[in-house]
């Protein structure tokens, strides 16, 4: 039966929602449902549905539960839905099966090209993921880098994928007003991994005055991996082991960027690249590395350009920002007002609209 375009009931994966403090995808489901809220509260011919493994307090921590999910539990679940619906995908795989049209999101293809030595975690990421965005009647990205990529690389046709900027989920949020006292704090947030140049960081603290550099103090927040120890290694070669913490992601993030000097965000692979928006959010200055994802996003808003990226992987020119956001508060005073553009633009409300075009474009293909 063919959906109406005045009648469009979206039912969500919720397994990434599932299980404890969110990282990167369970914080973009949580964006999508509550913007899913927002769209059933404004929107007279719209409802929603979130579908969520049992228990919901445990997260599907590997390729095998993943698959019981997205293969046989939640194909049972999707066939007594009784309304024509779509199923919205926001992340890990889609359904092979199932009698709901698909939209997916695709945050990026850096998995496809990353070296899995496990085979059934190679063949779920690089093959079985992969396949079910075939049956997807519309793809979102997070931004126009990644939507070309999709094109290119995955060849859907042009009118199947759409790009959809996100917002922070600290929107609203009460902004930090001033510096917290004690030493300059820059905090980097992510899975500690080679691309996202956590190294550069490091680095660039070691490259810093010593005048500076025996009180500044890098914070890393993210889950740990072997890399944590290459990083270990290279503070204490370059005789900054002390002024390097690493801590694993915390339930009060938005806490960690309000104690923070500034974000750092020196990442060699993005596809949207979130907490730079997050922290901006907060009134938080940000430096980040200009690639060209996040250029998409950070680069320039109302004829504005940000004072605060600097070349991918130059230890040099980050330090040399990060001395002037602690020497200079009228430096650190730009990067926030150009951050408040940025939170300015990218909204709740915007993002609920897209998906709301996006959702009745797929109805229209059903």
Not at 123 to 138: C, D, N, S, T, V
Not at 242 to 260: K, P, S, T, W
Not at 284 to 290: E, F, G, Q, R
Request: charged share 20%; glycine share 6%; with cysteine.
């Amino acid at each position: 039966m063919r959906a109406k375009l005045a009648d469009v009931h979206v039912v969500l994966d919720g397994q990434a929602l599932v299980g404890g403090i969110p990282t990167g995808f369970g914080i973009y489901a949580g964006l999508v449902a509550d913007a899913l809220n927002l769209l059933t509260e404004q929107e007279q011919d719209f409802s929603h549905a979130v579908f969520k493994p049992v228990p919901a307090t445990r997260p599907l921590a590997t390729v095998y539960q993943r698959i019981l999910w997205e293969q046989f539990a939640l194909p049972v679940l999707l066939s007594r839905v009784e309304q024509p619906s779509l199923l919205h995908s926001p992340c890990l795989g889609p359904p092979l099966f199932s009698p709901l049209s698909l939209v997916c999101t695709i945050h990026d293809l850096i998995l496809l090209d990353e070296k899995i030595s496990a085979f059934f975690a190679r063949e779920y990421f690089q093959r079985l993921i992969p396949f079910g965005w075939r049956r997807a009647k519309l793809i979102l990205t997070d931004t126009e880098q990644v939507c070309g990529q999709v094109i290119e690389r995955l060849h859907f046709p042009e009118n199947r994928v759409a790009a959809l900027p996100l917002y922070s989920r600290y929107e609203g949020a009460e902004k930090r007003q001033q510096l917290p006292p004690g030493p300059p704090r820059f905090l980097l947030v992510g899975t500690v991994e080679p691309r996202k140049g956590f190294a550069t960081a490091i680095g660039a603290l070691a490259r810093l005055p010593h005048s500076l550099r025996n009180d500044v103090r890098l914070t890393i927040a993210g889950k740990r991996t072997p890399h944590t120890i290459e990083l270990l290694s290279l503070a204490s070669q370059l005789s900054v082991q002390e002024n390097v913490e690493f801590i694993d992601y915390q339930a009060e993030l938005d806490e960690l960027y309000r104690q923070a000097t500034a974000l750092i965000f020196p990442s060699e692979a993005e596809g949207f690249g979130l907490p730079p928006l997050e922290a901006m959010s907060l009134g938080v200055p940000v430096l980040l590395s200009d690639i060209e994802v996040l250029r998409e996003t950070y680069a320039r808003v109302r004829d504005v350009e940000n004072p605060g990226m600097f070349p991918v992987g130059s230890e040099s020119a980050l330090a040399n920002l990060m001395q002037q956001v602690i020497e200079d508060s009228s430096f650190a005073e730009r990067l926030t007002r150009f951050g408040e553009l940025v939170a300015a633009e990218l909204t709740r409300e915007r993002f609920a609209a897209g998906l709301l075009a996006a959702y009745r474009r797929a109805a229209q293909k059903a």
